[in-house]
T-cell receptor
Framework: GQNIDQPTEMTATEGAIVQINCTYQ??????LFWYQQHAGEAPTFLSY????GLEEKGRFSSFLSRSKGYSYLLLKELQMKDSASYLC???????????FGGGTRLMVKP | ETGVTQTPRHLVMGMTNKKSLKCEQH?????MYWYKQSAKKPLELMFV???????ENNSVPSRFSPECPNSSHLFLHLHTLQPEDSALYLC??????????????FGPGTRLLVL
């Protein structure tokens, strides 16, 4: 089976840095995605990792360790608009199917 | 705006009703997906279509019936639903066959309430 774990909720302060972790146990691995979903809106693509290491995109970075089955999303200089759910998803095989974690709801406070 | 639209955005239906959800993508993609998102549960993949052919049915009850008439449109026909089917139904599309990253782009979803 496929198992993807994320914390359910996190709280952080505006201007700070927050790290959202994701651990996975899947039948295979062919890439990991992070999505952002504001309440009542579509999930939007943030980042993709398939090789070990850090991918940086502005204030957002994503890290992958395939040997540990572990990824994190790092958000710097937090803004109020970053309050949202962050979804970790793994593509287990060569096809286009994704398996999603339950999402981490991030609340940014002033 | 992701290039994937869904209608209606909200739907209330009785258990004996028949309704359809519509999804349209303007991205030129050839793969389309239906997902169910329930409160406090992960996104659940329901159906996958690649080049208009259904390639995945994730053990979805027959009261949900998908239809993909062309690569840009996807429907989900609903009949005799149960209250536990109340959820956010999300459509997504992607372009298969790209080397490496194949990103799925999501529509805003249809919030369904079954009474």
């Amino acid at each position: 089976g496929q198992n993807i774990d994320q914390p359910t909720e996190m709280t952080a302060t505006e201007g700070a840095i927050v790290q959202i972790n994701c651990t996975y146990q899947t039948s295979g691995f062919n890439g990991l995605f992070w999505y952002q979903q504001h309440a009542g809106e579509a999930p939007t693509f943030l980042s993709y990792n398939v090789l070990d290491g850090l991918e940086e995109k502005g204030r957002f970075s994503s890290f992958l360790s395939r040997s540990k089955g572990y990824s994190y999303l790092l958000l710097k200089e937090l803004q109020m608009k970053d309050s949202a759910s962050y979804l970790c998803a793994v593509r287990p095989g060569a096809g286009n199917m994704l398996t999603f974690g339950g999402g981490t709801r991030l609340m940014v406070k002033p | 705006e992701t290039g994937v639209t869904q209608t209606p955005r909200h739907l209330v239906m009785g258990m004996t009703n028949k309704k359809s959800l519509k999804c349209e993508q303007h991205l030129g993609h050839n793969a389309m997906y239906w997902y169910k998102q329930s409160a406090k549960k992960p996104l659940e993949l329901m159906f996958v279509y690649n080049f208009k052919e259904q390639t995945e049915n994730n053990s979805v009850p027959s009261r949900f019936s998908p239809e993909c008439p062309n690569s840009s449109h996807l429907f989900l026909h609903l009949h005799t639903l149960q209250p536990e089917d109340s959820a956010l139904y999300l459509c997504a599309s992607s372009q298969p066959g790209l080397a490496g990253q194949e990103t799925q782009y999501f529509g805003p979803g249809t919030r369904l309430l079954v009474l």
